[in-house]
């Protein structure tokens, strides 16, 4: 009678929940679980754990389903530390796992061990487990996929030692089960809080990137138009939780507490629906809210409601909430000033420069170029920081689903994620084209990452402003009164050879009409395309 092991009881598992593409880089800790492959799975290799979580990351985004990453060890994991706090931030549901050493040597500590696997990736991942024994592993990938998937959701991590994949799976019984997803607020508090809504002289709303998560458009859109209320968006917003060319959308709040407070004042109620309160950089010193603001607060996450440093908090999915709140409040005919739309959108700043047509370009300039010779359902990705005003001024997003980026401010997550978004675009049979605007300075932090790109076919277009600095350092110098620092300068980059480098089209536009040019014929490539622009350097304000 044929045994059953440890690895066929796990793969079997995975099939059950749907977990059948696997992203990853293999090491000798981890082939024991990836020997005799199934013909079932599908394994996407990147070049680097970072970008094996960037790219699950925005795989399990775009399809709403966890997705699984395998990386190598201890160094493995430390190697993609960086974006597993990127995919915290972003509430992402993903099941991470890592080899360790035979059992027999774990006391020993050997080359590659990880010592104390689970603290390594903490504080990052909500739950973190080596199983004690062999037949324990299946449950302890049940546990970790509820666990990733219930709000807050987010990664979470398995090490397993290399030696238990060939184990019997005797007496193991893991059952798949199901769990909730979404927390219901409470009747009374979400009440009171309709209530405030309704009897406030003037109230606003600000939407954070749940709502976006949670397909809550409509149901954003339903309760400002009943209320005839402002909406803003939450400071750093990774997903726009609102239509950016709705009446109603007043902009994005800015990360500092003084500029954040001026540009609520005149308010006298505000909620704050699935995002932090708030996220804060720079520091510039102020009140957290202006004189004669009361605010609310409505979260899926009990840590983030207590760590809050004001506001009435209610624990709550954000969309069931904007839906319990939308049908409690008592409609409004008009908004009680005229809500102006900032021409800059959810960033923080205005555009830097002028459209302007000279040699370099202007990033203002180049954006507004690319806006128009994209279709119009694709798929925004940023990671630009010095040029966020130009990008948003010229491509106002105003559909769900349609730009991405990432939470943390920890570089190099977005050209692995474009990856797994597009792969999704692929997957899914939606077929809307990727486009990735990443600064050169980010562009350097993933690179590898166009491999994938390429071994997959993945039809991405990856756009770099190549401005020779890292501005946003730039600006950060002159808010900060630093003058002299070294290293902010990064000359001699040739971004077109890098990219050929790994397999990728890469082709260099000055000016408008070899921009259009390129963009025709990337949308019509099979793979990828880098298109390097030279722009013109500028220092964004950071308030």
């Keep these: 009678m044929l045994t059953l092991t440890i690895r066929d009881v796990t793969y079997q598992l995975l099939r059950e929940l749907g977990l059948t593409t696997i992203f990853g880089n293999p090491g000798s800790t981890e082939e024991t679980f990836l020997k005799d492959f199934p013909a079932d799975f599908r394994y996407v290799l990147t070049l680097h754990e970072a970008t094996a979580v960037g790219a699950a990351d925005g795989y399990a985004q775009a399809t709403r389903r966890p997705a699984i990453v395998n990386v190598h060890t201890s160094a493995g994991l430390a190697n993609a530390m960086s974006n597993i706090l990127t995919a915290h931030q972003n509430r992402t549901p993903l099941i991470i796992t890592a080899g360790n050493q035979t059992r027999d040597m774990l006391l020993l500590e050997p080359w590659l061990t990880n010592v104390e696997p689970s603290m390594l990736p903490r504080p990052w991942v909500k ?5 004690v024994r062999a037949t ?11 666990m990733a998937m219930q709000p807050p959701a987010g990664p979470v991590f398995l090490s397993i030692p290399l030696d238990d994949w060939d184990q019997p799976a005797v007496g193991v019984n893991t059952c798949v089960r199901s769990v909730a997803t979404r927390i219901a607020p409470d009747p009374a508090r ?3 809080f309709a209530e405030r809504l309704s009897a406030a002289r003037h109230p606003a709303l600000i939407y954070g990137a749940a709502i976006a998560r949670g397909q809550g458009w409509p149901q954003a859109i339903a309760l400002a138009e009943a209320l005839q209320a402002p909406v803003f968006a939450a400071p750093a917003s990774e997903r726009p939780p609102f239509p950016e060319t709705h009446p109603l959308y007043a902009g994005g709040l800015p990360f500092a507490m003084g500029p954040l407070a001026e540009k609520l004042a005149g308010h006298d109620v505000a909620i704050v629906i699935g995002a932090p309160v708030f996220r804060y950089y720079p520091y510039v010193a102020g009140p957290y809210l202006p004189d004669g603001l009361a605010l609310l607060h409505i979260t899926d996450d009990p840590s983030e409601a207590g760590r809050a440093p004001v506001g009435d908090s209610l624990l709550g999915d954000a969309v069931l909430s904007l839906e319990a709140l939308a049908v409690r409040v008592r409609p409004r005919s008009a908004p009680v000033q005229p809500v102006t739309r900032p021409a800059h959108g959810m960033a923080p700043h205005p555009a830097s420069s002028d459209a302007t047509d000279d040699q370099p370009l202007s990033a203002l300039a180049l954006f507004q ?4 010779a994209a ?4 798929v925004l990705v940023e990671e630009s920081p010095s040029n966020l005003g130009d990008l ?15 939470a943390s401010g920890s570089l190099g997550w977005n050209l692995p994620a474009s990856v797994g978004l597009a792969l999704a675009e692929r997957d899914s049979g939606r077929h809307r084209p990727v486009l990735a605007v990443i600064g050169d300075g980010s562009f350097q932090y993933s690179i590898q990452g166009l491999w994938s790109a390429v071994q997959q076919a993945l039809p991405i277009l990856f756009v770099v402003p190549r401005n020779g600095q890292y501005g946003i350092l730039k600006s950060f110098a002159q808010l900060e009164d630093t003058p002299g620092v070294p290293g902010l300068d990064i000359p001699g980059l040739d971004v077109v050879a890098l990219a050929q480098g790994y397999g990728a089209h890469g082709v ?10 390129a963009c025709a014929e990337a949308w019509r490539r099979q793979g990828p395309t880098v298109l390097e622009v030279p722009i013109q350097p500028s220092i964004p304000p950071l308030i």
Aim: no cysteine; charged share 25%; net charge negative.
């Design 375 to 378: 279709p119009a359902d694709t």
């Design 136 to 146: 324990d592993v299946p449950a302890a990938l049940m546990r970790a996929w509820a």
């Design 190 to 192: 979400i009440g009171e």
């Design 369 to 372: 170029t690319l806006r128009a």
């Design 392 to 406: 948003h001024t010229a491509w106002p997003v105003e559909q769900p689903d349609s730009f991405y980026t990432f």
């Design 508 to 517: 260099r536009a000055s000016n408008r009409e070899e921009i259009q040019a």
């Design 127 to 131: 739950w973190s487990y080596e199983p």
